[in-house]
């Protein structure tokens, strides 16, 4: 059965083409929202950049005819511009004026709910007050949800199975392992593995013999981890997610690496050791990129003077406290020298070139070859500004997005419709991608308790 679907004006500023995004139905715009739109397709903003889109793809319909008729959808549904009755109804009417363009909105879901008795109708909007507001006048009222994923089903990168300890022998000793004989093997394993996903191995006999591997769909094998005694930069792998983490992090053919985690699990230390580690001992790339979103945690403390540079340190701060941490674990060598990252900061880096802390801000229209790029607290981007940094990569470069879904600052994006959560989703599977979700903090049992409990 066909139903009509209203939109309010939050939904096309989210998503430009939501009104693409509902199969064969009627979808309904009022004439308000176009209003509301209008007053923001000025702006320099993303906001502006989705409100211009709305404008348009309804002037190609436009083509079509008239709207107020309704034209047609390549996916067999149809679109109309509706307007309300001059008469709002009673319980309307008396609300305070501040609301008025959500009244008039909810007036013509309620035009449209009664002129078609037989048709479900159903508002789609972002505003959670109003979807309240709408159930309360007895109109069925929905989240648009095209792009949200749930944090508690998202791919985590890692993934146990359970086989008999012939498995892991046969692993060990022929340093891989055919794909559709694991599957074999496990045949309870409840579905397909992905490119570049670690699989542990656990003996069902002996839970204690283990094995960790990374999945290559494309040989159809499992390839051992790297060997990590050594560590990287002085920092050595404390979990299993973290011996995944830099496996992932120092292999050259995987150039997008996602990574989740909570606070205090190690994420942007590791990240910036494997690029420190890339660009100055194996000389991989030409230097390490780090950047973040510029959102503050809770009330800001206004504008800061200075040039871009020292406007940027508060921000960056982060950043400079785990660098200077990974120059410091360096211990005497054997003779007596200091090793050769002794007593560098992370000034020295960046004046040697080496090292560059940049904002997201200027970022459209560069070209970044040869780089190992670090993005911190990405789960505070949308996925169109995540699109547009990913688009920046030129040849040779690596990409690293960082974050927590559950620390968001920015009023727009959530834990599950957030530009990070979305690019581990999209790129689930994909040869030149791997991600890995941290679950253990290693900071401290403070900030481990605090994390879990608060």
Known sequence: MQKH???DTNVLLHDPLGMFQFADNIVVIPIVVLEEVDQFKKELSDRGRSAREVCRRLDELREQGHLADGVPLKNGGLLKVAIATADLPTTLS?????????????????RVRDSNPGTPTILVTKDVNLRIRADALGLSAVDYDVERITIEELYSGCADITVGSDVINAFYQEGRLSLDA?????????????????????????PSQTALGRADTAQ????????????????????????CLLDLLLNDDIKLVTLVGKAGTGKTLLAIAAGLQKVTEERVYHKLL????IFPLGRDIGFLPGTVEEKLNPWMQPIYDNVEFLLNLSQPSGNGQRDRRQ?????????????????????????????????????NLTPHEVKTIITRVGDNTKIVLTGDPYQIDNPYVDASNNGLTTVVERFKGRALAGTITLVKGERSPLAELASNLL
């Not at 309870?188 to 002996?206: F, G, I, T």
């Not at 094998?221 to 997610?241: A, D, I, M, Q, S």
């Not at 560098?344 to 190992?372: C, K, W």
């Open 220 to 243: 159809n094998t499992l390839l051992p981890t790297r060997k990590l005694r050594e560590g990287v930069w002085g920092v050595r792998p404390r979990n299993k997610e973290q011996h």
């Open 290 to 293: 780090v950047s973040r979103p």
């Open 182 to 206: 694991l599957k074999t093997a496990a045949a309870d394993y409840p579905r397909a593995v992905y490119m570049n996903e670690y699989l542990l191995l656990r003996s069902r006999d002996n």
């Open 5 to 7: 679907f209203v939109l």
């Open 343 to 379: 007593g560098q900061s992370h000034q020295d880096l960046v004046d040697m070139g080496l090292m560059a802390i940049e904002p997201l801000t200027y970022i459209r229209g560069r070209s970044i070859p040869n780089q190992f790029m670090i993005v911190d607290e990405a789960q």
């Open 94 to 110: 008396n609300m305070r004026p501040g609301h008025s363009a959500d009244n008039m909105i909810l007036a013509t879901a309620l």
